[in-house]
T-cell receptor
Framework: SQELEQSPQSLIVQEGKNLTINCTSS?????LYWYKQKYGEGLIFLMM?????EEKSHEKITAKLDEKKQQSSLHITASQPSHAGIYLC????????????FGKGTRLSVIA | ETGVTQTPRHLVMGMTNKKSLKCEQH?????MYWYKQSAKKPLELMFV???????ENNSVPSRFSPECPNSSHLFLHLHTLQPEDSALYLC??????????????FGPGTRLTVL
C-alpha cells in the first residue's frame, strides 16, 4: 500500500523566515493534496497538484510536485503566526479512484 | 467555514454508552467520508458513501455503525467503545470519489473521549 512520509515532523521558525515541508511517496504520485489543520480542528484545503512539475501558489504558500522524485514540497515565504498549524499531504492511491492516503503531518510553530 | 458541519464538537462517553455523531454538508456533494485521527498516526479512512451507498469499509470494528440517509447527512453510531477509540473523528465530502479530481472538504471534527 502507498505511504506518505512528511519531513520534518515538526518545525519552529521565527516570524518572517522562509521554510519548506516535504512529502515523499513510497509509490508513484498521481496527484498531491495539501491541507492545513489547526490543532483539534478540521482540515482546510490549500491546493492540489496534478501534473509533474506543476507549481501552485496561494498567498505566501507555494507547492510543487516532482513526479520523478515522487515528492512534493510546500514552501512558505516570510512566515507569519497565522501560518502555524499542522500541514498534511494526501495522495490518491495507485489506482487513482479510491480515497486519499495521508501523511502524519508536519507541525509548524511560528514565534515572534 | 468549509460547508461541512459536525455535531457534537466534543463528546465524553463511557464504554457502555450509545451515542451518535452527525455530519452535514451544504456543498451539494455526492460522496461523504468518516476518518479517525489519532495522535502521531496518519488520518485513517473508516467509511465512504457515494450516492448514499457504502462503497468502502476499511475493516472498521462493528462497534462503529455508519448511516447515510441522504447525500447531505452522515451519521456514525457508537456503542460499547473502548478507550483506544478516543480520537478526533472527521467527516468529509466531495463531489465524487475520484482521488484525482474530487477534492475532499472536511468538517471541524468531533473530539471523542471514551472513559
Amino acid at each position: 500500500s502507498q505511504e506518505l512520509e512528511q519531513s520534518p515532523q515538526s518545525l519552529i521558525v521565527q516570524e518572517g523566515k522562509n521554510l519548506t515541508i516535504n512529502c515523499t511517496s513510497s509509490k508513484t504520485l498521481y496527484g498531491l493534496y495539501w491541507y492545513k489543520q489547526k490543532y483539534g480542528e478540521g482540515l482546510i484545503f490549500l491546493m492540489m497538484l496534478q501534473k509533474g512539475g506543476e507549481e501552485k501558489s496561494h498567498e505566501k504558500i507555494t507547492a510543487k510536485l516532482d513526479e520523478k522524485k515522487q515528492q512534493s514540497s510546500l514552501h512558505i515565504t516570510a512566515s507569519q503566526p497565522s501560518h502555524a498549524g499542522i500541514y498534511l499531504c494526501g495522495a490518491p492511491s495507485v489506482s487513482g479512484n479510491t480515497p486519499l492516503v495521508f501523511g502524519k503531518g508536519t507541525r509548524l510553530s511560528v514565534i515572534a | 467555514e468549509t460547508g461541512v458541519t459536525q455535531t457534537p464538537r466534543h463528546l465524553v462517553m463511557g464504554m457502555t454508552n450509545k451515542k451518535s455523531l452527525k455530519c452535514e454538508q451544504h456543498l451539494g456533494h455526492n460522496a461523504m467520508y468518516w476518518y479517525k485521527q489519532s495522535a502521531k498516526k496518519p488520518l485513517e479512512l473508516m467509511f465512504v458513501y457515494n450516492f448514499k451507498e457504502q462503497t468502502e469499509n476499511n475493516s472498521v470494528p462493528s462497534r462503529f455503525s455508519p448511516e447515510c440517509p441522504n447525500s447531505s447527512h452522515l451519521f456514525l453510531h457508537l456503542h460499547t467503545l473502548q478507550p483506544e477509540d478516543s480520537a478526533l473523528y472527521l467527516c468529509a465530502s466531495s463531489q465524487g470519489t475520484s482521488g484525482l479530481t474530487d477534492t475532499q472538504y472536511f468538517g471541524p471534527g468531533t473530539r471523542l473521549t471514551v472513559l
